[in-house]
């Protein structure tokens, strides 16, 4: 099976951490699928540098270079896409990252900076996605990146392991 296989033409998605990496990967998989592609990505050249190869497979980008900590921006650029598209069929929720520490080293300010970034992003870019995808009368996909460390022990990854726990739980529910 390729991207061949699997037609979304005329299908809108967007990717958190698209401009690299697994959320770049996904990002040019789907618009070889069809699919116009919203990126998001932290890091401005990245966002740029995916967009412009989404385009020159023949689709429709946007950029939305900004921190998906920042709930209001990220929120902003998921009510964007579905204005600029007209909808949006796929939400790729794939921002996230890790820093290995004891638990015990971590002060609360490194809990609350994994927790947005590994799970209220999360949580923000599929509630703004959600009205926009029954609006466009066919629903949509959401799919939410994970990790093995939310599904076992993971020491040095604490807070990490529970952001991810949260999102599969998320994911089920």
């Known amino acids: ?6 037609d979304l033409t005329g299908q809108v998605a967007l990717v958190t951490g698209g401009g690299g990496g697994i ?17 998001v990505d932290v890091i401005p050249d990245r966002c740029a540098e995916t967009a412009s190869e989404v385009e020159k497979r023949g689709r429709k980008a946007l950029q939305f270079p900004l921190n998906v900590m920042e709930v209001g921006p990220l929120q902003n650029a998921v009510a964007q896409t579905g204005k600029q598209f007209g909808r949006l069929d796929i939400l790729v929720n794939n921002a996230g990252g890790v820093t290995r520490r004891a ?5 609360p300010k490194n ?13 923000a870019a599929t509630q703004a996605a959600i009205p926009i995808m029954i609006a466009g009368g ?17 020491p040095g990854y604490a807070v990490y392991a ?12």
């Open 1 to 6: 099976m390729d991207a061949s296989d699997i």
């Open 23 to 39: 959320g770049r990967a996904c990002a040019l998989c789907l618009a070889d699928m069809g699919a116009d592609i919203a990126i």
């Open 103 to 107: 638990f015990v080293d971590l002060q």
């Open 111 to 123: 809990w609350a900076r994994h927790i947005d970034l590994n799970l209220i992003s999360n949580l």
């Open 138 to 154: 066919r629903g949509g996909s959401i799919i939410n990146v994970t990790s093995i460390e939310g599904s076992r022990a993971a």
């Open 162 to 173: 529970a952001c991810k726990a949260g999102i599969n739980n998320l994911t089920r529910t």
